[in-house]
């Protein structure tokens, strides 16, 4: 039986990577076994179409070919679709925190063997609650200080100047830090006080830090909640430079949570950042749906929790 994929792509991300490579990804899909078209996104929410598009034809795969925004729009045309298509990853944005937590690499024929070696792993989503819709996220979702630096940076400057583009809009920003109010309430959680931003992770690559949520799983049902508290520009720069090494999570200014349910309000305008896109606005319900998207893995290359998963799947 021929599988059938449907390639949906950023021309622009990369620096252009992906519009120069199409032929050759194309070839290596096709002589690897899989039927391929593709569709080229033009415009804000044209992969979240396209994805729901390759679901009503009946594709088997859908390949996210892009950086974290087109991995994110098109999750979104697939979370609330029945027979959901597996889902391929090709990483050819600026930061790829979600391919980096799958070890998935930034070479793009490894990343297509990765796709036509066809070991697939169930990992959980998260789901954003707004007052007049519901979207989804696959790695990450936050509010506050800093969290506005991936959609505020014009997507040319990416293109032209890559991760050093998001450096220098935040030594821009660090100046304008502000706390806000913020009110939170789990099962086991609640905040009420002004903090400087807090981040759900759902795995342990966020915002280029490998190790912001270290204990953060893509299959273990809970977001790992980070709230960083009121402090100034010192603390604030200390902790990042923890943050790089993992050592933040025990400092008395960041309270660290694990949650499958949480209502998040604020008294301030507090604009939200899903995946490195324009979210929202608080307040907001996020919540996780467990085990929700099929997506393709390496099993020998992604990080030891995972891995451990994939081997036990398999075994059983």
Partial sequence: MVRRARLIYNPSSGREEMRRRLPDILDRLERGGLETSCHETKGLKDATWAAEEAIRRGFDIVIAAGGDGTIYEVVNGLAERENRPKLGILPVGTTNDFARALGIPRHWEQAVDIILGQQT?????GRCELKNETKYFINIAGGGSLTELTYEVPSKLKTMLGQLAYYMKGIEKLAWLRPIQIEMRAD???????IMM??????????????LAPEASLHDGKLDLIVLRKCNLADFIRLAS?????????DPL???YRVDDLTVT?????????DGELGGE???RFSVL??????????QAVKEPIAAAIVDEHRR
Avoid: T, W
Avoid at 121 to 125: G, Q, S, V
Avoid at 266 to 274: P, R, T
């Fill in 188 to 194: 086991d959680c609640y905040v009420n006080e002004e």
């Fill in 290 to 299: 467990p085990k929700h998207l099929e997506i393709f893995v390496d099993s």
């Fill in 121 to 125: 792993m169930e990992i959980d989503l």
């Fill in 254 to 256: 960041v309270r660290y």
């Fill in 198 to 211: 807090f981040l759900l992770a759902n795995s342990c690559s966020v915002a280029g830090f490998e190790k």
């Fill in 266 to 274: 604020s008294s301030d305008h507090v604009q939200l950042n899903l």
């Fill in 282 to 284: 608080l307040p907001s």
């Fill in 242 to 250: 923890m943050a790089l090494r993992g050592e933040h999570l025990n």
